[in-house]
T-cell receptor
């Protein structure tokens, strides 16, 4: 049981490039989410999904796209990278979005946009 | 104003000391989470609570729903407890039940 996996661990992009951050979980969790973590700020929600085929925007969705074609995978796409997207990105999952379920986090992806 | 406030921001303790980290929130919540982020960056869930108190080893978490306040206590602290501790709440209403995070408390325990 690998839990939540993320690839890559580190990435450097040039402004304007696009890329996809991969996230997968093997716990059959319905709820998956993407957060970004910046110095001096709490984790902020980018996008989330409550099940395959269902996604919605979080607090800071601009510049990012997501899709959820399977229960296991929830990739995050940067359409045209900007220096403001330099951050650490975490994917998380839980059995359901309901209040009493623990969140499981991936190891994070450190992204630098130059 | 942040919806979730943690104090202190930074905390240095000597090994063996009793540590308290506080979390106050301004929204109605259905649950509160305490998370730990180690220097390597990984985040793990420590506690999830909606009332009362929970204990796991040397860690104790309490919540007072009426006062909108939670505390995380570490007894007999150890250098391996050095990490960032993050409080997060699952709110009702506008944020649709997603988690709202505090900025974290950085704890350093010296031997």
């Amino acid at each position: 049981n690998a839990g939540v996996t993320q690839t890559p661990k580190f990435q450097v992009l040039k402004t304007g490039q696009s890329m996809t951050l991969q996230c997968a979980q093997d716990m059959n969790h319905e709820y998956m989410s993407w957060y970004r973590q910046d110095p001096g700020m709490g984790l902020r929600l980018i996008h989330y999904s409550v099940g395959a085929g269902i996604t919605d925007q979080g607090e800071v969705p601009n510049g990012y796209n997501v899709s959820r074609s399977t229960t296991e995978d929830f990739p995050l796409r940067l359409l045209s990278a900007a220096p403001s997207q330099t951050s650490v990105y975490f994917c998380a999952s839980s059995p359901y979005r309901g209040s009493l379920y623990e969140q499981y986090f991936g190891p994070g992806t450190r992204l630098t946009v130059t | 104003k942040n919806e979730v406030e943690q104090s202190p921001q930074n905390l240095t303790a000597q090994e063996g000391e009793f540590i308290t980290i506080n979390c106050s929130y301004s929204v109605g919540i259905s649950a509160l989470h305490w998370l730990q982020q180690h220097p390597g960056g990984g985040i793990v869930s420590l506690f999830m609570l909606s009332s009362g108190k929970k204990k796991h080893g040397r860690l104790i978490a309490t919540i007072n729903i009426q006062e909108k306040h939670s505390s995380l206590h570490i007894t007999a602290s150890h250098p391996r407890d050095s990490a960032v501790y993050i409080c997060a709440v699952r709110s009702y209403g506008g944020s649709q039940g997603n988690l709202i995070f505090g900025k974290g408390t950085k704890l350093s325990v010296k031997p």
